[in-house]
Nanobody, 130 residues
Framework: QVQLVESGGGLVQSGGSLRLSCAAS????????MGWFRQAPGKEREFVAA????????YYADSVLGRFTISRDNAKNTVYLQMNSLNPEDTAVYYC???????????????????????WGKGTLVTVSS
């Protein structure tokens, strides 16, 4: 059983920055594409960013492109989300998730619907005040 534990959320003023972390259990972390998602109050969960197994390729939602950076440290079984220039529309619970199958092609995953993510963390709340 894989466990994903997010941390780093909190309250920040508009224009500020936060860095989220997601620590994963297990020995096969580097075999999977990882992603960050978020759910704002009253809205559906949405994709934020994804990163390939090696960390060499990334993909972002248009709403965060240029402001957020996803990265990973496979030696530490951890994926990060650096969030800069935050605005109140970024207020949400942020979740990390793991792709459902190991060694899948990055283009295949990002072209899909993200329904294949099989393990999810419990989330960390980010609140951006105006």
């Amino acid at each position: 059983q894989v466990q994903l534990v997010e941390s780093g959320g909190g309250l920040v003023q508009s224009g500020g920055s936060l860095r989220l972390s997601c620590a994963a259990s297990g020995r096969t972390f580097s075999s999977y594409i990882m992603g960050w998602f978020r759910q704002a109050p009253g809205k559906e969960r949405e994709f934020v960013a994804a990163i390939s197994r090696s960390g060499g390729r990334t993909y972002y939602a248009d709403s965060v492109l240029g402001r957020f950076t996803i990265s990973r440290d496979n030696a530490k079984n951890t994926v990060y989300l650096q969030m800069n220039s935050l605005n109140p529309e970024d207020t949400a619970v942020y979740y990390c998730a793991r792709d459902g199958r190991p060694f899948r092609g990055f283009e295949t995953v990002v072209a899909g619907t993200w329904n294949g993510m099989d393990y999810w963390g419990k989330g960390t709340l980010v609140t951006v005040s105006s």
